[in-house]
């Protein structure tokens, strides 16, 4: 959790490139020090992993966010100069990890560090070229070795000269004096606080010369923007249904809402931006779906604005116990008397005040029935509520 602190601890930023950032722990930090304001670009090469840093961002009610799905060491051939910050946690030989998992040594050999370290270099080069004057790359690595780590760092500093300035972490967190380099790194070692091994530097680009605007690609955008009268219709419903004022995130500039076909979607300031310079896989959230029927459109609420926004909806909202939660993430239909009237159509389950998804009210008597729209890929047989 050291490197998103580190690249935000006295360096306000409001686009952040995460270079490598699946499976998303970092991400998903960064965007709750940011509140989930301004927008992350994250980036992944794996197609598998994109899908894991996608479900994990969504699980999380992450809204700031667009997915990349591009090699890294050639990013920078659209994004020149882009970003306030960049975070560059790289693949590396994983002996840190060597602790919990005995295993992250079996393809271990020098050859393989040399392999990794030309590609490090590569991924950092691109990443500077990215970074926009006066801003600042958090480069780390789970991995002990210093091929991986201060020779990286070392190979940009003599190619782009007085350019780079190191930012000493010394007061990164409480004695990181115990394992703060002559350089200014933190380089953990395990034997130090008993933990696993870890490398974190944090690089800011010098000067401030003028931005150039970033590539253009000849796309053609499959979003449209919401028009005034649907606009209206979906503020009335979640008015009406969960006393939730919505119209506030259709109008602040840090959002931009579209539609696409019968989707509706909540996208990040920048995210426009960074649609006319990479094809992006996924941009924000998805707010709902708009379905017709004889009797008008009808207004379908997405999961992910649920965990996004669903703790600010007024009513509407069943607060479950510990055995309902547990129900609730098996997929089980959840039927009991609770405190507060509920009408037909869409509620909120929460536990403890957080959202934990969607239910159709199906019986508004003493003993209400709830059936759980909770989605396929998020149950659990074992989760666990304190």
Known sequence: MLPPIALLKDNPSTLILDMAAAPGSKTTQLAALMDNQGTILANELSASRLKVLHANLQRCGVTNTCLGHYDGTRMDENLTC????????????????????????DNWSLLAIENISILQKQLLRSAWKMLK???????STCTLSRAENQD?????????????SIIPLEALFPEATRVVTDEGF?????????????????????????????????????????????????????????????S??????????????????????????????????????R????????KGTIIKTCHELVVSF????????????????????KGENIQAAFSEPLKMG?????????????????????????????????????????
């Open 152 to 164: 990286v760092i070392n190979t940009l500093k003599n190619e782009v000269a007085d350019q780079l």
């Open 287 to 294: 707010v709902c779906d708009l379905i017709d029927s004889r």
């Open 346 to 386: 869409e509620a909120i389950m929460k536990y403890k005040g957080l959202p934990l998804g969607l239910a159709k009210v199906l019986k508004t008597a003493e003993i209400s029935k709830l059936k759980n729209n909770l989605p396929r890929d998020l149950l659990r047989t074992n989760a666990v509520f304190n």
């Open 186 to 246: 933190i380089h953990v070692w395990p034997e130090v606080f008993d933990c696993e091994g870890f490398f974190v530097a944090c690089l800011e680009k010098k000067g401030s010369d003028k931005i150039a605007d970033v590539s253009k690609i000849a796309s053609v955008s499959p979003f449209k923007v919401l028009n005034s009268k649907t606009s209206q219709l979906i503020e009335e419903y979640y008015q009406d249904q969960f006393e939730f004022d919505l």
């Open 310 to 329: 669903g703790a600010s909806f007024g009513k509407q909202s069943v607060e479950l116990n510990r055995t309902q939660a547990t129900a609730c993430y």
């Open 248 to 285: 506030p995130l259709l109008s602040q500039l840090r959002f931009r809402v579209s539609q696409r076909e019968n989707q509706v979607w909540l996208f990040p300031e920048y995210g426009e931006k960074l649609r006319h310079s990479l094809r992006l896989q996924r941009s924000g959230i």
């Open 133 to 139: 004057p006066g801003g600042r790359i958090v480069y």
């Open 82 to 105: 882009c970003f306030d910050s960049i975070l560059l946690d790289a693949p590396c030989g994983g002996e840190g990890t060597y602790r919990k998992d005995p295993k992250a040594l």
